[in-house]
């Protein structure tokens, strides 16, 4: 289906003649009933009725005419935006993020997008990373950022920002009296752990290869899904976590890190959204400005 097609449609549609169709548009009658005989066979519909000398449209050409109309009426509108070069981004979107991450960068940039582009609407949810993954997978949301999303097939990454898990005690713990490179191995013999809880769809910090490296035993005492918890629980106990790098930096409560030399642990910030979804330039701004944002915070001092 072309666009000349809809033109030609619409216009026998209005006079009921293709003759005098093919005189206000200054082309042969013959090039209207080619393109009209074409949308009949693409849609495996009939557009018109004979009556008389004039032609008349079937049901399924009025639905078509009024498809057809609305088609044009956009196109003509998107031309005279892009013409003037005022384009005004408009739509909803559907956008979530982990816990944290919801609140210090995801929920802040998409403001700061909507205060240049007001008739932008939203629905933004905090969620575990694992729910954002399997949101997104199924379509039920437009863009989500997450932590370690593991690949899937039903969704399109991009990495935000590329970390390291740290281990991370109260401020004053005795641990950090100890000599750096006995802390990691000490701290797990004799102190609990609190750790993420697992999730299908993303990569476990609990099973993460650097324990093994380090010889860490997790005792664990608390599990969790949102890192708030992990903060409050690590600040009122002698117990440890393996924290991401960025968290550090924007919560308000102050920590002992333990990075002993040799200590590897990567991680990961992603954006992600619907593979069958075009990504738009709405979202390609906000993706931008996330990643500015975990940029600009990782410059500042803890």
């Not at 018109?48 to 956009?74: H, P, V």
């Not at 403001?111 to 399997?134: G, M």
């Not at 619907?274 to 410059?299: C, D, F, G, W, Y």
Request: hydrophobic residues 40%; aromatic residues 8%; proline residues 5%.
């Amino acid at each position: 289906m072309k666009l000349t097609q809809l033109i030609y449609f619409l216009e026998t549609a209005r006079h009921e003649h293709v003759g005098k169709a093919a005189q206000i548009l200054a082309i042969s009658p013959s090039a209207i009933s080619h393109s009209i005989a074409a949308l009949e066979r693409e849609f495996g519909k009939d557009l018109f009725i004979k009556n008389g000398k004039n032609i008349q449209l079937t049901n399924f050409g009025k639905i078509m005419a009024e498809r057809a109309e609305y088609i044009l009426q956009t196109t003509e509108k998107i031309k005279r935006e892009l013409l003037s070069g005022t384009v005004e981004l408009q739509g909803h979107y559907s956008l979530a993020a982990s816990h944290m991450l919801s609140e210090h960068f995801l929920t802040p940039s998409w403001i700061s997008i909507q205060k240049a582009y007001p008739h932008l609407t939203s629905e933004i949810y905090s969620l575990r990373s694992s729910d954002v993954v399997q949101k997104v997978s199924r379509g039920e949301l437009d863009f989500g950022i997450c932590f370690n999303p593991q690949s899937n097939p039903n969704f399109e990454e991009e990495v935000l920002h590329e970390g390291q898990l740290i281990l991370v005690v109260r401020a004053n713990h005795p641990i950090l009296e100890v000599e750096p490179s006995e802390q990691p191995q000490r701290l797990s013999q004799s102190y609990p752990a609190i750790l993420p809880k697992s999730f299908q769809g993303i990569s476990n910090c609990e099973t993460h290869p650097i324990f093994k490296a380090f010889h860490m035993q997790q005792q664990e005492t608390l599990l969790f899904d949102n890192y708030a918890v992990a903060f409050q629980a690590i600040a009122q106990s002698d117990a440890w976590g393996l924290i991401p790098d960025i968290l550090l930096k924007i919560t308000p409560i102050s920590f002992g890190s333990i990075i002993p030399a040799g200590w590897e642990a990567p991680m990961k910030i992603s954006a992600i959204w619907p593979r069958k979804r075009l990504i738009t330039n709405v979202l390609n701004q906000l993706s931008l400005k996330v990643k500015h944002a975990i940029l600009s915070q990782l410059e500042k001092e803890v």
